[in-house]
Structure formats: C-alpha cells, structure tokens
C-alpha cells in the first residue's frame, strides 16, 4: 500500500515534468491546423514506428545487445499495466534520455538504462515510460509534426529524401527528450527490489569508464590534439573490445587521419556489431570509395542511405554511381543534393559535378 500510495503521489509530477519538454519546445505557433483530425490507434503506430527508425539513427544507431532488449521485453510482458501497450527501443547513447513517440512507443537510451540501480526502479521506469506514451497523443502537435505526419501517412517516402516526413519529425522528437529533472523523476521510486538489475544492464554500468574515455577522446580530437586522442580512444576500445560504438569512433578517426588500414579494421568490426547505423555504413563506404573498391563502396553507402540520407552519404553514393560508370544515378543523385543542400560545401561541389556531367552529354 505504501509503495502504491507513493506512485500515485508521484505521478502528477513526472506528468508535468515530461509533458513540459514535449510541448516546452514547440514554440509558439505549437497548435495543429484547424480541422485536423487526432489519428487512429493503426495510424499512430505506423507514425511512431517511422519517426522511431530514423530517431534510432539520429541518437546513434540502435543498441547491438540483443539480450538486454530481451530482457526489458519480458518484464514488459509480465507486468499486467503496461503488457501489450509498449513498444520500447534502445538507442546507443551515451546521456541519459527517454523518447516518446506516437503509438506507444518509447526509445531509451544506452546511458538512461546504465542509471538503473535495481529491478524494481527499471520496472517503475518501464510504467512511467508507458503513462508518458499514452499522454503523449493528447499533447497538441506543433504545425511542422503534423505537416510531417501528414506525409508519412499519405505518401511513400523516397529513400534518398533527406527532408522526408518521417526524417523531420524524428528531429522534431530528438529535440524533445525527457533528461535531467525529467529522467530523475521517472527514477524516483520506492519500488526496490532485492533482484539487482539484470544482468546486462550490470554490464552496461561496467562499460561507464570506457565511454568516459571515449569522450575524453573525441574532447581532444576536436582541440585538434590527435595524438593524444588516439590514447584515449585506444584505451577506451581496449577497455571494451566488443562495442561498435566506441570501435565505429576510433576508425573514424583513424580514418580522418589517414590510416586506412587501421581505419578498415575497426570499422569492419563495428559494422559487424551493429550493421543498422548509417554512420559507420558510411564511413566504411567513403573507406572503400579511396581504395577503389567502387563495387564495396555502393554497397556500404546505399545501406547507409536506406537508414537515413544526409548530405553526406548521398554526395559519397553519387560519386560512387559515378565512378562505377552510373552517369544517371549520379546526376539524379548531385541534383539532388543541390535542391535539397545548395548553399554548403557538398553542395556546391555537387552544382559544379552536375554542370559537368550535364555538360558532356
């Protein structure tokens, strides 16, 4: 009784709390249009089931531990309030989140389940995580979400769009996390438990110090201090072997150094933990686009563009198309990138490539 008493007090705080980072940064113009209609339960799930793919990919790709999902899905199924109502994914970050999305579909963080410290406190999680859910659609959208949905449920995305429906409102989702105040609320509980947490969220807990170098590193390869980056990356992959996020970091910076071999190995390997990341897919693709091996590169950065297209991986695959004797996917491709990014540097360069190509036809 006491335990459910201390909930039930709890829940008009967390509620305030989170819904004012969902609806804090909408701005004023926060109001869907006028005769728009709430969405159906089938239409919400598609709509945060889009959103949620590409906010996987924007808050670092989703978490390679496959137990760890299975472990958060069987205590999902045995508790009574939240069974059959939650869809929760794990993104590979290191700061401590939660996301809610339409459809009863939240996305936590890597860094969010490392602060759980007993089962009792990640089940309480897991019921706030489901409460913040099913407010979430009565929270009004702003103009640009529901523009957004718009698309996602009326037209088929392209896969090269960088600016598609689903895309603009997983940015839209990534700017408003439940963190800090918020995410210390929904660990306030007096549901303990005498379990410990499970297993591989004891590992995760395990795995803190290493990203903590990692972050070190990427400090001090920003300060353009490489040296003494790559000690910390090193250490950090040292400490732990098998994790793509820190193994993708380390060949990237091996690989804006110049150290393709060692850049391949690493992001080979980080590929293989997590091959639903679009950047390390591109990394490994730009990789092989500077070896020649143009076959490998396409490969690489059309998966890396299937799983989210930016500017980026979309000038590496037209240069890719374009090397491997594609003209027409090439030119679609840099015209692409020009109406969508014209002002910036790839942009640019992708005006003067299609001036080119245009011009000896």
């Not at 996301?99 to 406190?121: C, F, H, Q």
């Not at 947490?197 to 990427?218: F, M």
């Not at 690493?266 to 997590?274: F, I």
């Not at 491997?324 to 002002?343: C, F, M, T, W």
């Given at each position: ?329 090439s030119i679609s491709l840099y015209r692409l990138i020009v109406e969508k990014d014209p002002q910036s540097k790839l942009g640019r360069t992708a ?11």
């Amino acid at each position: 009784m006491r335990n459910l008493v201390a909930r039930e007090l709890l829940w008009p705080v967390i509620m305030l709390t989170a819904l004012a980072c969902f609806t804090g940064c909408a701005g004023m113009d926060r109001y869907l249009p006028a005769g728009a209609q709430k969405l159906t339960a089938e239409q919400e799930i598609k709509v945060g089931a889009a959103a949620g793919d590409r906010l996987l990919q924007l808050l670092g790709g989703p978490h390679h531990d496959q137990t760890l999902a299975e472990e958060i899905e069987s205590l999902i199924k045995r508790d009574v309030e939240i069974s059959g109502r939650l869809n929760v994914s794990l993104a590979d970050k290191s700061a401590a989140a939660l996301y809610v999305l339409p459809g009863d579909r939240v996305v936590m963080t890597r860094g969010l389940l490392s602060e759980i410290r007993d089962l009792g406190e990640l089940t309480a999680l897991l019921q706030h995580a489901a409460a913040l859910s099913r407010a979430a659609s009565s929270v009004q959208a702003n103009r640009a979400s529901h523009k957004a949905t718009v698309e996602i449920l009326s037209t088929k995305e392209s896969v090269y769009d960088p600016e598609s429906g689903s895309i603009r409102l997983a940015r839209i989702f990534a700017e408003r996390p439940c963190e800090g105040n918020c995410v210390k609320s929904l660990l306030s509980s007096e549901m303990k438990s005498s379990q410990g947490v499970p297993e591989s969220i004891r590992l995760l807990q395990e795995l803190q110090p290493a990203y903590t170098s990692l972050a070190e590193a990427q400090q001090l390869e920003r300060a353009d201090n490489f040296s003494q980056a790559i000690i910390h990356y090193l250490k950090a992959a040292t400490m732990a072997p098998d994790e793509p996020h820190i193994l993708g970091s380390l060949g990237m910076a091996y690989l804006r150094a110049g150290e393709l071999q060692t850049a391949r190995l690493n992001l080979q390997k980080a590929v293989k933990l997590q091959p639903d990341y679009y950047k390390t897919r591109m990394g490994l693709g730009y990789l092989y686009l500077q070896q020649g091996k143009v076959h490998k590169a396409n490969n690489e950065l059309a998966e890396s563009v299937r799983l989210l297209p930016v500017t980026e991986n979309l000038f590496l695959l037209a240069e890719a198309r374009e090397k491997g004797g594609d003209a027409e996917g090439s030119i679609s491709l840099y015209r692409l990138i020009v109406e969508k990014d014209p002002q910036s540097k790839l942009g640019r360069t992708a005006a003067s490539r299609l001036a080119r190509s245009m011009g000896a036809e």
